[in-house]
């Protein structure tokens, strides 16, 4: 489902298996600045923004719920593990936009095992 203005959340229920690092987890597809919006990645059990910011640790082996809320009125992507605010940053510019989860490789650093599970996805709008 396509999107380009207003606020959008998805919603998921995620798992990531020991062994699984350098992959894409979840993402905010095209940006007016950029291919990507957002870009969730697993290197060793910890979830990062893109490559740089850690957003949690220890997520291997567990079910988490993962929350992505795009303000993109106000450019704003927050990020929840959990019901927990874990993360918050200005997005890359409106454009037509749509959220995507499962298993994509990073450009570097990655494994040779990569999975992801997911179930339980929604996708709400303001």
């Not at 997005?91 to 339980?120: H, Q, T």
Request: positive net charge.
């Amino acid at each position: 489902m396509d999107y380009s203005s207003g606020v959008w959340q998805f919603e998921g229920q995620g798992f990531v298996p020991n062994g699984t690092s350098g992959t894409t987890i979840a993402q905010i597809h095209r940006a007016s600045h950029g291919a990507t919006t957002l870009i969730l990645r697993i290197y060793n059990g910890n979830m990062m923004y893109y490559a740089r910011d850690k957003i949690e640790k220890n997520l291997y082996n567990r079910w988490f719920r993962l929350n992505i809320i795009h303000d993109v009125d106000g450019g704003q992507l927050m990020v929840f593990i959990d019901g927990i605010q874990k993360f918050q940053t200005a997005d890359k510019g409106p454009g037509n936009l749509y959220f995507k989860c499962g298993v994509y490789a990073a450009r570097s650093n990655i494994s040779y095992y990569m999975e992801s599970r997911w179930r339980d996805i929604k996708i709400f709008k303001k």
